[in-house]
């Protein structure tokens, strides 16, 4: 059953991925560019390491689902919703990249308001905890995350120097 999680989930993520590459079309066809492109290659690699790793790992120690795996479903339930939540909330322009259409605005709404970066604090950090806990990857987690951690760090680096200098002197759209 936590081997069919993670696939599943994996599988859900590639269905957002779809939408994010539609939306990247849509937005270089548009004129709008994209930033951090070395990071989001790591990012992607991150992310991908991490999946592999926590099946691998739930695998190798045939992990069964138990009280701790049910803690880890529920934290990847909350971080897909939140991505939903995101995704529908930014529309046309959220992609995995970091991407900016042209005359970029601040989305004024209240997640966005109260959680700095919510497609990260809200969905990939409790999607790799979740994960890291359904499958029991404790070794995964120790080694994998710290590393994904700096790679994510250095994004919101980005996006915040982006936000400051370009997205919000543009003006905001309420939500």
Not at 34 to 46: D, I
Not at 63 to 78: A, E, K, N, Q
Request: a positive charge; hydrophobic letters at 55%.
């Amino acid at each position: 059953m936590v081997l069919a999680i993670i696939l599943f989930t994996f599988l859900l993520r590639l269905v957002f991925l779809k939408r994010s590459v539609e939306n990247e079309k849509r937005i270089r066809s548009n004129g709008g560019q994209e930033f951090g492109v070395e990071n989001t290659k790591r990012l992607t690699m991150a992310h991908i390491v991490f999946y592999a790793a926590c099946f691998i790992e739930a695998m190798v120690h045939k992990t069964t689902f138990d009280s701790m795996s049910f803690v880890g479903l529920l934290l990847l339930i909350f971080s897909m919703l939140m991505l939903m939540l995101v995704i529908h909330l930014l529309g046309d322009i959220w992609t995995v990249k970091l991407m900016l259409v042209n005359d970029h605005k601040f989305v004024d709404h209240a997640i966005f308001r109260t959680v700095k970066h919510p497609n990260y604090f809200l969905n990939i950090l409790p999607e790799l905890v979740g994960l890291a806990l359904l499958s029991h990857a404790y070794v995964t987690f120790a080694l994998v995350f710290p590393v994904y951690a700096v790679i994510l760090y250095q994004r919101i680096a980005e996006e915040e120097k982006i936000l400051h200098e370009i997205i919000i002197p543009n003006g905001s759209i309420k939500r």
